[in-house]
């Protein structure tokens, strides 16, 4: 069975940074293009960044370029998710899902940032 845990996040000021991880059991990630996608309050689900299988390109929402960071550890069969500078804007639920499916219901039970002065 596929499973994704997710973790990392909290509450932080605007300007601070947290590092979400996404744990993977049932599946090697290096071999799946991986996403992290969140849905803020009242709002559907956002792609935020990508990294494809393998070499493991990375992708960004424009409004992440710059402040985010995706990053694979294959030894721990993690995603990452470094994020600087965190707005207001950025508090959600954050989940990491197959790039694929990133529109569907996300498999893990996310993990929420919230960012408030």
């Known amino acids: 069975e596929v499973q994704l845990v997710e973790s990392g996040g909290g509450l932080v000021r605007p300007g601070g940074s947290l590092k979400l991880a996404c744990i993977a059991s049932?599946?090697?990630?290096?071999?799946?293009?991986m996403s992290w996608v969140r849905q803020r309050p009242g709002k559907n689900l956002e792609w935020v960044s990508g990294?494809?299988?393998?070499?493991?390109?990375?992708y960004y929402t424009d409004s992440v370029k710059g402040r985010f960071t995706i990053s694979r550890d294959d030894a721990k069969n993690t995603l990452y998710l470094q994020m600087n500078d965190l707005k207001i804007e950025d508090t959600a639920v954050y989940y990491c899902?197959?790039?694929?499916?990133?529109?569907?219901?996300?498999r893990g039970q996310g993990t929420q940032v919230t960012v408030s002065s």
């Open positions: 990294m494809n299988s393998g070499e493991g390109q990375t």
């Open positions: 899902t197959e790039t694929n499916a990133w529109r569907s219901p996300p």
């Open positions: 049932g599946f090697i990630l290096r071999d799946h293009h």
